[in-house]
């Protein structure tokens, strides 16, 4: 991990791994590729901007970049963060880019509050998600699409945007648990099981019933059929994100509370609000299910 004393305190550096990088790239944050120019024109991630400046490499060559990228491209519409990955196997060069870059990004954003450093490297990153790279059959219409969140590596959670063919064939979606006011659009797929529930995102709704009936589903989905899920709602903000944490209340022993399942949710997926009775009926559940384990121990 880098120094970080070489940034104000109200700047963190993370690094973070592949998944969690894939979730961000739906959000509009600045993109840094800090590789070399070859390799960045052989194959880059999505909205990444080359950050590799030769034959000098300093504050001045980085600014001039940067300044270019926002006359082609305009600013970023979420400043606060930013993005940045390197090669698999960092080499001299590429660790004085990334030096450079940090002091840059120091100097020259008030409002940056938070660095993301991909720790897998580029070259993961592509093997796992090479639709999303811009070498790939593939790049031009995946850069279109609503991708959903990763959770854990059996289950994603998303918007209705997200049942989407191309999106269930690249992340090899096996299921498909949905939640709208009305009935989803049918896949027209082989071997895709969905099963939905027709509740509204409001105060009135009850979700405590389906809870028991949704993680189970979830369960036998991933331990039985091996499967990877894909949990959605017309936002993928209320009721979808929290049957997932349901889910994860049930299934991970590491969350010790709703306020547990619900940060680790949102912090793969920032968006999630779960309207306040869902928050009560996953208190009420977790606390059943609580009761349901103590008794079973005797």
């Known amino acids: 991990m880098l120094e970080t004393s070489i940034l104000p305190r109200d700047i963190c550096i993370n690094d973070i ?32 901007h080359n950050m590799h400046p030769l034959p000098i490499i300093s ?24 993005l940045i990955y390197r090669s698999k196997n960092i080499d001299l060069i590429e660790s004085n880019v990334l030096d450079t870059l940090l002091c840059y990004l120091k100097s020259s954003s008030k409002s940056l509050k938070k660095i993301h450093i991909l720790i897998d490297g580029y070259e993961n990153f592509q093997l796992n ?50 939640f709208s006011d009305y009935q989803p659009r049918k896949i027209e797929m082989d071997n895709i099981k969905t099963i939905h529930w027709q509740i509204s995102d409001s105060l009135s709704s009850n979700l405590l019933d389906i809870f028991p009936l949704a993680v189970k589903w979830i369960l036998k989905s991933i331990n039985d059929d091996k499967g990877i899920i894909l949990v959605h709602c017309d936002q993928g903000v209320s009721r979808s994100a929290s049957i997932i944490i349901a889910y994860l209340l049930t299934s991970d022993v590491n969350l010790c509370s709703v306020a547990d399942a619900f940060n680790y949710v949102k912090s ?3 968006v999630i609000r779960p309207n306040e009775s869902f928050l009560k009926q996953l208190e009420t559940y977790f606390y059943s299910f609580q009761l349901k384990e103590r008794s079973c121990e005797i």
Do not use: Q
């Open 17 to 48: 791994s592949k998944e969690d990088f894939y979730n961000k790239l739906y959000w509009d944050h600045r993109i840094y590729d800090i590789r070399c120019a070859e390799g960045y024109i052989k194959g880059h991630i999505c909205r990444a």
């Open 268 to 270: 793969k997926r920032n």
């Open 129 to 178: 998600y090479p639709y999303l790279c811009s070498d790939s059959i593939y790049y031009n219409e995946s850069i279109l699409l609503v991708w959903p969140t990763y959770i854990t590596s059996n289950l994603y959670l998303g918007s209705s945007m997200c049942r989407n063919e191309t999106i269930i064939s690249l992340l090899k979606i096996t299921h498909i648990m949905s």
């Open 59 to 82: 504050i001045g060559s980085i600014l001039n970049i940067d300044e270019e990228i926002n006359n082609d491209y305009g600013k970023s519409e979420h400043p606060s963060d930013v």
